[in-house]
């Protein structure tokens, strides 16, 4: 079955220190990957996406993703985190042929200390 | 662009009572939507996909008798919790897809639904 794993369940960093969560995934075949962020009390929100080319991308705030296709990852980083972005962090697959429906990781809870 | 709506925000009903959750796209038509189910501290978790003018697919587990989903137009689905129990109090969040390439979803910001 396909499963997509977030191995940080609660991280807490200072502000200024960089920032790397680890996505893992399991599917044989062609995939589309995203990064969402739930700010306390909003909706999700995309960060960035991969579907094909260069696979490292860029995506707002600052945060960027590498796709590692050998490794089945999809880490996102960010060098240097403010308070603001405390929140949940996502990463989602779906596959690229299909219904095309998102697997959701368990989410990594962020806390940036001011 | 790209916005999706969902109404009630937040909804108090009695067990044994039903609550209808609309969610709608607001600038873009979806032949498809997803209604999610997020539990406290945990991850989202798909029950069903709805397709416009056509029966909705329901996840493994989910009882389709008792999660109503009617997706009568392009820009509205609507989620109905028949006969509520407290079990079912949970944290429902719809997404529109965007018919393209890569059809990306977009999420609704969720409705709060307490059963008491």
Same mark, same amino acid.
């Given at each position: ?6 191995h940080?369940h609660?991280?807490?960093l200072s502000?200024?220190?960089?920032l790397?969560?680890g ?6 075949? /062609?995939?589309n ?6 700010y ?9 996406k991969?579907?094909?080319?260069d696979?490292?991308?860029?995506g707002i ?5 590498e796709f590692?296709k !050998? ?11 403010q ?7 996502f990463?989602?697959? /779906?596959p690229?042929? &299909?219904?095309y429906k998102?697997i *959701?990781?368990? &989410?990594?809870r962020?806390?940036?200390l001011? | 662009?790209?916005?999706?709506s969902?109404?009630? !925000?937040w909804v108090?009903c009695?067990s &044994? /009572?039903?609550v209808k ?6 600038d *873009?038509q979806?032949? /498809? ?7 406290p501290k945990?991850?989202l ?5 709805s397709n416009? &003018?056509?029966?909705a ?14 997706h009568?137009s392009?820009t509205l689905?609507?989620l ?5 129990h407290?079990e079912?109090? !949970? ?14 979803q977009?999420?609704g910001p969720?409705?709060?639904l307490?059963?008491?």
């Amino acid at each position: 079955a396909q499963s997509v794993s977030q191995h940080n369940h609660h991280v807490i960093l200072s502000e200024a220190a960089s920032l790397e969560l680890g996505c893992n995934y399991s599917y044989g075949g /062609t995939v589309n990957l995203f990064w969402y962020v739930q700010y306390p009390g909003q909706h999700l929100q995309l960060l960035l996406k991969y579907f094909s080319g260069d696979p490292l991308v860029k995506g707002i705030k600052g945060f960027e993703a590498e796709f590692i296709k !050998s490794k089945f990852s999809f880490n996102l980083r960010k060098p240097s985190v403010q308070w603001s972005d405390t929140a949940e962090y996502f990463c989602a697959v /779906t596959p690229s042929s &299909g219904t095309y429906k998102y697997i *959701f990781g368990t &989410g990594t809870r962020l806390k940036v200390l001011a | 662009g790209a916005v999706v709506s969902q109404h009630p !925000s937040w909804v108090i009903c009695k067990s &044994g /009572t039903s609550v209808k959750i609309e969610c709608r796209s607001l600038d *873009f038509q979806a032949t /498809t939507m997803f209604w999610y189910r997020q539990f406290p501290k945990q991850s989202l978790m798909l029950m069903a996909t709805s397709n416009e &003018g056509s029966k909705a697919t329901y996840e493994q587990g989910v009882e389709k008798d008792k999660f109503l989903i009617n997706h009568a137009s392009l820009t509205l689905s609507t989620l109905t919790v028949t006969s509520a129990h407290p079990e079912d109090s !949970s944290f429902y969040i719809c997404s529109a897809r965007q018919d393209g390439p890569y059809y990306e979803q977009y999420f609704g910001p969720g409705t709060r639904l307490t059963v008491t």
